[in-house]
């Protein structure tokens, strides 16, 4: 129910923005449908509670929002959007959500030749028939080639913080439904992975039946593909496919190891098992010839058997994880409760949606010890970036509110361009002035990789530079890394003693897992930070985390699990 309301305020808020819509009517919906998302309880129990007016207590949501909430519990439909889905060509969304697809030529191209789906737009533009159109240049189409490619490669993946959000709305249900011994979410999700296929859900229970039964009539489930006495598998309605297994409790242990996969994970250590003459399955660890059972109930004493140290979820993706465990090298991972501050943040002075202060309390109640301010330098137009008389005023403004709120140190800083030819956005009088100084490409992101690899080695040479980033620049889904041979980045970094950001939001997360593994190797320092643009985003953290620890990173790896005056001497 969350869920679905929060998408028709999100697409409320697309089919506004295409409009050109008031803009704070457009923000209000975003607003809503994030706090609602955030939101713990369920928005129908909250309704028919306390009607209206409860609903009218969460933040982010006023009268026209709480009314819409209350049509949609009543009717199952929101008016205001059916409307507005009338005056666009059907799937139009899908078509603007193409990289390299504005709205302007999707509404040409729906114009000139009835294209309403991207099946159409790939047949179309394979058969040349853009080329024809005005204002489509051969470079503007194989973007547009591209992006449906992109669109095609990420089909049917979801980004983490979706497949986390349906994972555990899922898991409250269940926690509604009797009978259920314990619960455990599988999967490329518990791996950490940056995109997610589908869930896997395992359940201990005795009465199997009536957990699938339960499951099958959730009303967020959309379809049923198939349910059967110990497995199902059933489609949710933002079409993410969810695979239930209820296991015996002797076996759970198993079951939870080989549906955690990674599959080549698993396949390793079935050979392994082999070898010893033994066989590894979900039903347990047995000896082959006699059929006992050596281990199953939990992973610990199934890797115990083997005499390796427990692996967790995270390192499973056959990257050496098996032999350290049984050289007993698998690293103490990092963990979300170790960061003491976040190093990457925007406010309203660039393209933020909170003040400094808002910022600066929101990250104290999460229990951080310092934050860094970082907007947007001035080559970065869209985000609003501020030019280098507004960064002074914008210094004092932060020193201000560093001296006001107690309990929580704000640094100053900026997240500077790296310009084409590998200089800075700001002149060193500026930098100067900053407390940590962050660099990152903003524009020219198709540059050939020895140019690019250049202009970035170029820009962490400059002595005021302390962290690269979002290195990679990819958008997950929407736009490609760009080129550049990561490996002398790391290198340079190294040199010069940069630090890398893994930047937490789901559509980056990146420097990327194998990255963090090759950064720790060589001894280059890491930053974990979530680029907020807003106090709920500062959340974030989580999902960077779990990426680092995919990296196999340690507390000692990152920067920012350390005392802040420690964190200032190492930068
Ligand atoms: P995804 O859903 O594409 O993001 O990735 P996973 O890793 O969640 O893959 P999925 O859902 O196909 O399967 C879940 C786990 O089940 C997988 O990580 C390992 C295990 N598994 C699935 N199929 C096989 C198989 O054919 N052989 C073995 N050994 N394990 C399998
Ligand atoms: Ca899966
Ligand atoms: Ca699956």
């Known amino acids: ?88 060509p059907k799937n139009f969304l899908q078509l603007v959500e193409i990289p390299g697809l504005g709205p302007k030529t999707a509404l040409m191209l729906y114009k000139e030749l009835k294209i309403d789906s991207p099946e159409k737009l790939t047949k179309a533009a394979k058969a040349g028939k853009l080329n024809k159109l005005p204002g489509m240049g051969s470079k503007k189409v194989a973007n547009i080639l591209r992006g449906l490619e992109i669109k095609q490669e990420s089909h049917g993946r979801f980004l983490l913080d979706e497949a986390t959000a349906h994972a555990e709305y899922l898991l409250d249900e269940f926690s509604k439904v009797s009978e259920i011994g314990k619960i455990l979410v599988c999967g490329s999700l518990r791996r950490g992975c940056a995109t997610i296929g589908d869930l896997d859900i395992l359940v201990i229970s005795h009465k199997p039946q009536k957990i699938m039964d339960a499951f099958v009539e959730f009303s967020i489930v ?9 497995r199902s598998s059933v489609v949710l309605k933002n079409n993410m496919q969810v695979d239930l297994r209820v296991v015996e409790d002797k076996y759970f242990g198993a079951a ?60 499973r993706e056959a990257r050496g994880e098996l032999k350290a465990a049984e050289a007993g090298k698998i690293p103490k991972l990092i963990e979300l409760k170790q960061i003491r501050g976040d190093l990457h943040m925007h406010t309203k002075a660039s393209d933020g949606s909170n003040t400094i202060e808002q910022m600066a309390e929101a990250a104290k109640a999460l229990g951080y010890e310092y934050i860094l301010i970082s907007d947007h330098t001035q080559s970065t137009r869209i985000a609003h970036g501020l030019t280098e008389r507004e960064m002074l005023k914008h210094i004092k403004e932060i020193r201000a509110a560093n001296k006001k709120i107690k309990g929580i140190e704000i640094l100053v800083g900026a997240e500077v361009d790296i310009l084409r030819d590998g200089k800075l956005d700001y002149c060193d009088e500026i930098l100067k002035q900053l407390d940590i100084v962050l660099a990152t490409v903003h524009s020219s992101f198709k540059l050939p990789k020895v140019e690019m690899t250049k202009r970035i080695t170029a820009a962490l040479s400059n002595k005021y530079v302390n962290i690269l980033v979002h290195p990679s620049d990819r958008l997950i889904g929407e736009r490609d890394p760009i080129q550049v041979d990561m490996e002398k980045v790391l290198q340079t970094a190294k ?77």
């Open 1 to 88: 129910m969350n869920t679905e309301l929060a998408n028709i305020f999100w697409e409320l808020a697309e089919y506004l923005e295409l409009k050109q819509d008031n803009p704070f009517k457009i923000r209000a919906y975003q607003k809503a449908a994030q706090n609602i998302e955030a939101l713990s309880g369920n928005l129908q129990t909250i309704y028919k509670k306390g009607g209206l007016a409860a609903l009218q207590q969460i933040p982010g949501i006023g009268s026209h929002i709480a009314e819409k909430i209350q049509e949609y519990t009543k009717t199952g439909k929101v008016s205001a959007l059916q409307k507005l889905k009338k005056e666009f």
């Open 222 to 230: 959309q379809n049923v593909l198939s349910k059967g006495k110990t």
């Open 256 to 315: 939870a190891h080989y549906f955690t996969g990674c599959k080549a994970h698993d396949i390793n250590l079935r050979k392994i098992a082999m070898q010893k003459g033994w066989k590894l399955s979900e039903y347990g660890l047995i000896q082959a010839k006699t059929k006992k059972l050596i281990a199953g109930k939990t992973e610990e004493e199934i890797f115990a058997a083997f005499g390796m140290q427990y692996i967790p979820p995270e390192l």
């Open 495 to 571: 040199k010069h003693n940069v630090a890398m950001e893994v930047n937490s939001h789901p559509r980056r997360l990146d420097l990327t897992d194998i990255y963090c593994k090759r950064a720790k190797e060589l001894g280059v320092n890491i930053v974990i930070s979530t680029d907020a643009h807003s106090t709920h985003e500062l959340k974030l953290m989580k999902y960077g985390v779990i990426t680092a620890r995919r990296g196999w990173l340690e507390a000692k790896n990152v920067l920012n699990t350390m005392p802040l005056a420690k964190l200032l001497k190492l930068l």
